[in-house]
């Protein structure tokens, strides 16, 4: 009797190691597998539900924030380009989301071939997805994710071959993390401070923004200054003409009508691309000076009006189409001014 309980024991002992041992590796493969099931950002989703929440003051002031402490694209829920992307959801008109969303895309980019780089897809795939809820027509974006797919099936079929167990993977995750974390801290500075020295960026806080206050105070004071000369000297001319006008009444009448200013060519300004692209209108009034032989001298702008990044652009533009424009001779100089507009 004895004799034949001890194999039916044995038998149920195998039995149930070998149960243990299949429920191990069905957990391990269950956990493997809902780490590679985890849903990869999309353009609708890739803005936190806390990021969306907030109103577009506390957006720009984050925001700002995320620009200076060089959180540009990471970490997620907590970054420029998505506080800059909720606030261009929540005011589509706003021309420094755009502006600032547009100088962020090349950094965004950059970090995205990084992350596919080091192996780091759900990286990789969530700037990918912020790319592409800024700009589905970014040309940079069809090749990122081919090049996401490619070597997420590639890394994937190395791991089968080497059959990684669930901690092993669990511990390559975390690194991949704190790599990922590291490499994110160093190139978001790096790229703010290459940025910073390549151009002056339109919607750039804290430091960038003293210097273009700066500049634009140096800026208005020498247009004062210079607008004070040319008050001056037009009203030096307007006294001699008055002069000249008192000395020889009679021939006022005709110099008056030989005055008269009639445009032969007046060709309108090239509209700025940002402010073009950003939705931007504005206007620019410029005073000039018509010569005897109906070409145009002495162009200075008065004054203008639109977003405050694009008046210079305003300004520039209106300043060059008036200079190409064309009059009929006329009998004396006769300074005038146009307004001119920039409409979409």
């Given at each position: ?85 909720a606030l261009r959801d929540k005011q589509p008109a ?251």
């Amino acid at each position: 009797m004895r004799r034949g309980i001890a194999p039916l024991a044995l038998a149920v002992a195998v039995a149930c190691a070998l149960g243990a041992c299949k429920k191990e590796e069905a957990a391990a493969d269950a956990g493997a597998t809902a780490v590679q099931q985890a849903p990869a950002p999309t353009p609708e989703s890739v803005v936190s539900a806390t990021v969306a929440a907030m109103t577009p003051d506390q957006l720009r002031s984050e925001a700002s924030k995320a620009y200076g402490e060089n959180r540009l694209y990471a970490p997620a829920g907590n970054n420029a380009m998505e506080y800059y992307l909720a606030l261009r959801d929540k005011q589509p008109a706003d021309a420094s989301a755009s502006s600032a969303l547009t100088d962020l895309m090349p950094m965004t980019v950059i970090a995205t071939e990084q992350s596919i780089a080091r192996e780091d897809f759900a990286e990789a795939k969530r700037l990918a997805a912020l790319i592409e809820k800024a700009d589905a027509k970014h040309p940079a974006l069809s090749r990122l994710k081919t090049s996401i797919a490619s070597s997420e099936t590639a890394v994937a079929a190395r791991v089968a071959n080497q059959k990684l167990s669930a901690e092993e993977e669990a511990k390559r995750q975390a690194e991949l993390l704190k790599k990922r974390e590291e490499d994110q801290r160093k190139q978001q500075e790096q790229q703010k401070q290459q940025a910073a020295a390549a151009a002056q960026t339109p919607a750039a806080p804290t430091a960038a923004q003293q210097q273009a206050a700066a500049a634009e105070a140096e800026r208005q004071r020498v247009a004062a200054a210079e607008a004070e000369r040319q008050r001056a000297a037009a009203a030096e001319a307007e006294r001699q003409r008055a002069a000249a006008a008192a000395a020889q009444p009679a021939a006022a009448p005709a110099r008056a009508a030989s005055n008269e200013l009639r445009a032969i060519s007046n060709p309108g300004p090239r509209y700025p691309q940002a402010a073009q692209r950003a939705g931007a209108a504005g206007s620019v009034q410029v005073e000039f000076t018509v010569n005897t032989d109906g070409s145009v001298g002495n162009v200075r702008a008065v004054s203008s009006d639109g977003p405050r990044q694009f008046q210079r652009e305003f300004e520039r533009e209106a300043l060059a189409a008036v200079k190409r424009w064309r009059f009929q001779p006329v009998g004396e100089a006769t300074t005038t001014r146009r307004t001119i507009s920039f409409q979409q």
